[in-house]
């Protein structure tokens, strides 16, 4: 049972380079999302789909794509990374109305 | 936007012992989760809870919606406790997963 799988696990990207995040989820869960999480404030929401072909912005959109193809992928896209960006991005999905589940987190360093 | 404001920041506590965190929010919610993040960066859901007790072994939260807060309980703490607890409310509106973060509680739990 994988639940939401993220990969890379860890990256580093020079400015201006571009990457995709991966994330899947094996639960047929409609809602997923995408988090960053900086210290000392928490995690805040960058993308949020609620079923496929369907997407829409949360606190953080700016310098991310998101497409959501698929029920089980919700990869997000770095055009033109920039140190602001460096973080710890979290997947996560659910269906509605239940708990939340968290895939293991990519630790993203751009230099 | 709705606020959410957890304390105590951070507490330390030796094995055995009790502790209650608190989390309050600014504006009425259909639901409240609380996560753990444990050493390694992972976050696991504890609670999907939007009002009234439910309680998983050591652990056990209350939500009072219409008083805007919610207490995580841990009673006979373990090193394992240790880690980052969060809780999150939906965003006013919005679905069960677009989730507005406290900056959470930092837990240490010594031997």
């Known amino acids: 049972n994988a639940g939401v799988t993220q990969t890379p696990k860890f990256q580093v990207l020079k400015t201006g380079q571009s990457m995709t995040l991966q994330c899947a989820q094996d639960?047929?869960?409609?809602?997923m999302s995408w988090y960053r999480q900086d210290p000392g404030m928490g995690l805040r929401l960058i993308h949020y789909?609620?079923?496929?072909?369907?997407?829409d912005q949360g606190e953080v959109p700016n310098g991310y794509n998101v497409s959501r193809s698929t029920t089980e992928d919700f990869p997000l896209r770095l055009l033109s990374a920039a140190p602001s960006q460096t973080s710890v991005y979290f997947c996560?999905?659910?269906?509605?109305?239940?708990?939340?589940?968290f895939g293991n987190g990519t630790r993203l360093t751009v230099t | 936007g709705i606020q959410v404001e957890q304390s105590p920041p951070d507490l330390i506590l030796q094995e055995g012992a009790n502790s209650t965190l608190r989390c309050n929010f600014s504006?009425?919610?259909?639901?409240l989760q609380w996560f753990h993040q444990n050493p390694w960066g992972q976050l696991i859901n504890l609670f999907y809870?939007?009002?009234g007790t439910k309680q998983n072994g050591r652990l056990s939260a209350t939500t009072v919606a219409t008083e805007r807060y919610s207490l995580l309980y841990i009673s006979s703490s373990q090193t394992t406790d240790s880690g980052v607890y969060f809780c999150?409310?939906?965003?006013?509106?919005?679905?069960?997963?677009?989730?507005?973060f406290g900056t959470g509680t930092l837990l240490a739990v010594q031997p």
């Open positions: 996560a999905s659910s269906f509605g109305g239940s708990p939340l589940h």
């Open positions: 639960m047929n869960h409609e809602y």
């Open positions: 789909s609620v079923g496929a072909g369907i997407t």
């Open positions: 504006d009425s919610v259909n639901n």
């Open positions: 809870i939007p009002s």
């Open positions: 999150a409310v939906p965003v006013r509106g919005g679905a069960t997963n677009k989730l507005i």
